[in-house]
């Protein structure tokens, strides 16, 4: 019991399916309900991922940098014209290299290319389109991109 105990307050977050079988006299450690979440959580991922419907056709990309573990890291994110995020990808760098990552990883996510791709004016999305997608239409317009940097508001504010 004061193992258990023990284990529950060095615990990092804190699963709600604790208490719940506590009442009802079973006692399960932090440790096999994190391997639970482990085994089960990514298939219960691809199911809702599934179920999410079709994403719009103009997607909004940009980055903003976040520190994790005390290092520098930039947050890559991609929304659709709704606001639903597409995908995110953190990377240490901010270079042609990287954006063309991350357009790989949407488009193999995605299975389709987009009718249209809206950055700020970081040259390496520009390189990166001409290079990953060069058929898609591509606007660095001003204020365009208001989309992608308003879903970046919930990590700055979990940040401060």
């Keep these: 019991m004061s193992e258990t105990l023990h284990l529950r307050l060095r615990a990092p977050y804190f699963y709600p399916d604790e208490d719940l079988l506590a009442q009802r006299g079973?006692?399960?450690?932090?440790?096999?309900?994190?391997?639970?979440?482990?085994?089960?959580?990514?298939?219960?991922?691809?199911?809702l991922k599934r179920r999410q419907g079709r994403l719009g056709d103009t997607w909004h990309l940009d980055e903003v940098f976040v520190t994790i573990q005390g290092q520098r890291q930039y947050l890559w994110r991609a929304v659709d014209q709704d606001g639903d995020v597409i995908d995110i990808l953190v990377q240490p760098r901010r270079d042609r290299r990287a954006a063309k990552r991350f357009f790989r990883k949407l488009?193999?996510?995605?299975?389709?290319?987009?009718g249209r791709l809206v950055t700020d004016k970081l040259r390496s999305y520009r390189a990166a389109h001409r290079e990953v997608m060069p058929s898609v239409i591509h606007s660095t317009d001003q204020y365009e991109n208001n989309r992608a940097d308003v879903s970046h508001?919930?990590?700055?504010?979990?940040e401060r």
């Design 26 to 47: 079973i006692t399960v450690s932090y440790e096999a309900i994190r391997l639970w979440c482990n085994k089960f959580g990514p298939e219960y991922a691809r199911g």
């Design 107 to 114: 488009l193999k996510g995605q299975g389709r290319v987009p």
């Design 153 to 158: 508001e919930p990590t700055r504010q979990r």
